[in-house]
């Protein structure tokens, strides 16, 4: 009797100890997406299959895990939102995993999951009508939790004839290491570079996933460095997943068979290898060989090394095709987080005839024709907001250039009920005549001046409401609270004006 309980004990340690890393943490949450029904153009037939097959290989990797298909930007906003109040729900200690299969789409530099009932006209509708990559990422870091994975299968081509020619292709490139520690980010191919649908039930890049997710054992960054190489293989290399990390700990879909390696752990640093050590690593090596390599790591050294060494087709070329197009979303990447003309410019110098030469273009001019902001001096003790004083359209009574010493005064007309205002000690008439514009509130000995237009804008002035009154104020910017940067003006009401 005693010998057949010790032997269901030690059977059902071993079975604990190769059953996933679940029981590493508290808990495991993942939100799955697919968008197939697409309203105003062809549907896609496989993110609604991809999304079953990885809510189900999650499932057996130990997540809770809600599924849901052809959602509208109500409903999509709406499923994100109850998805972060889920994990505030179960703690700081939860792992949290969203993964979308559907269109994507770049407009000025920011990423936008597309909702089924999306029907733009123009560019300017897609912020208005799908849901921002970084709006995402800021709902699931503004509650706690131990590391978040996002897996986005969203690269497919523009498929909207009104912007397909003017919007960038494929997503922009987005650095989580700018960002909160924790967060890992998976595109089924590169930034700028577009995505195949794939023949078969599944994307190649949802198949890949599926297949080294299940791994026992696996961390995280080596099964998607497997991710790479398989979608590469199958795309004849017109097709290269790339992810970016910022996690401190190491993570396996599925445990290890010895209880050792089963849980979870600090993530192990590898240094960072440089081109003239890539160069010696792939020296001699077949190109096949070699090509998996720097396939597999998926860094700018490995490539460059590469490029040096091996020109022969099919792998040489892709190689340089893949380094230019990397070097050129970075590039653009700077341009988009500088955000202003001399940035957009440098862009247009080392890449004129890009597919974000259009892009680029627009946002020069819209920085140039930006209204100017005219601060508004602090008002001591003040309780209420104040208004800023509103600035004459005559050209004649703007500001004066900023070379002139002395600005002339700038005249506001007089309300009707108000008597002329006398003349001041302090201001003597040959002193008021060369100060700059100001603007006069009736019975208040506040006097503003307006400076010299600049190329950038001042910081707003904080109101203090009184006690009661509540002001809301909706802007949006990078995610994390700046921990991503911000991307470029689109319009008033998406991101403010640079603040």
Known sequence: MFRH???????????????????????????????????????????????????????????????????????????????????ATKGPETVALVFYAGHGLQIDGENYLVPVDVDPRREADIPLQAVRLNDVLNTLNSVPSRMRILLLDACRNNPFPSISQSAGRGLALLDTKSGAPGTFLSYSTSPGAEAEDGNGANSPYTTAVLQAAREPGLPIEEAFKRVRVAVNKATEGR???????????????????????????????????????????????????????IVGDGSVEAYEAFVTLYTAPPFGPQARQWLDLHNRMAAWNEAVLINTVASYQTFLDRYPDSDLTPTARKLIERLRNRPVVTPVAAVANAAIPVSPPVVPTNAALGPTCPCSPSPRKLDTPKRAEEKPAKKRAEDPPNKRAGRAPRYRDPGDDVVVYAPPPRDYYPPPVRVVPPAGISIGIGIGGGYGGGGYGRGPVTSPTQRGYGY
């Open 239 to 293: 097709q290269t997943p790339w992810d970016s990390s910022s996690l401190t700990e190491d993570f396996r879909f599925v445990g290890a068979t010895d209880a050792s390696a089963a849980n979870a752990g600090p993530r192990p640093v590898v240094a960072k290898r440089s081109v003239d050590e890539w160069k010696r690593n792939l020296q001699g090596k077949p190109i096949e060989a070699a090509n998996e390599m």
């Open 5 to 87: 309980a010790l032997a269901a004990a030690l059977l059902a340690g071993s079975l604990l100890a190769g059953l996933t890393p679940a029981l590493a943490e508290s808990s495991r949450l993942a939100l799955v997406i697919g968008q197939s029904a697409y309203r105003s153009v062809m549907p896609l037939p496989n993110p609604a299959n991809d999304a079953n097959a990885m809510a189900k290989m999650l499932g057996e990797a130990g997540f809770d895990v809600t599924i849901v298909v052809d959602l509208s930007q109500k409903d999509l906003n709406r499923e994100v939102g109850d998805f972060a109040a889920k994990i």
